[in-house]
């Protein structure tokens, strides 16, 4: 499977950006989705989650800036940030997920490149 996310940038604080995620080499439409940011000296956190059939989490941080949405016609999935803060400045990948234990865990190894957004005035 490849995890190609792209759409990242510098954008000032209160901006938005739009993050795109191409799955391929897999059945993109039976897996549950989620997009993940790894901020610089920290580890890896998942921010968002969208299942196969459509519901939607997220985690406090981002409740109500962020907005997860998929195209399975695309194999995408997508990210839209408004409300930008500095602190959302991290590298952005995205992954198939499932839940075991109460908790979100990333389904693929391989996490492709990520996205770059950098938050700052």
């Known amino acids: 499977v490849q995890l190609q996310a792209s759409g990242g940038g510098l954008v000032q604080p209160g901006g938005s950006l739009r993050l795109t995620c191409v799955v391929s080499?897999?059945?993109?439409?039976?897996?549950?989705m989620g997009w993940y940011r790894q901020r610089p000296g920290k580890q890896r956190e998942l921010v968002a989650t969208?299942?196969?059939?459509?519901?939607?989490t997220y985690v406090d941080f981002v409740e109500g800036r962020f907005t997860i949405a998929r195209d399975n016609a695309k194999n995408t999935v997508n990210l839209q940030m408004n409300s930008l803060k500095p602190e959302d400045t991290a590298v952005y990948y995205c992954?198939?997920?499932?839940?075991?234990?109460?908790?979100?865990?990333?389904?693929?190894?391989?996490w492709g490149q990520g996205t770059l957004v950098t938050v700052s005035s």
């Open positions: 080499g897999s059945r993109f439409s039976i897996y549950d």
């Open positions: 992954n198939a997920v499932f839940r075991s234990g109460g908790i979100w865990h990333n389904h693929f190894d391989s």
């Open positions: 969208i299942t196969n059939g459509g519901s939607t």
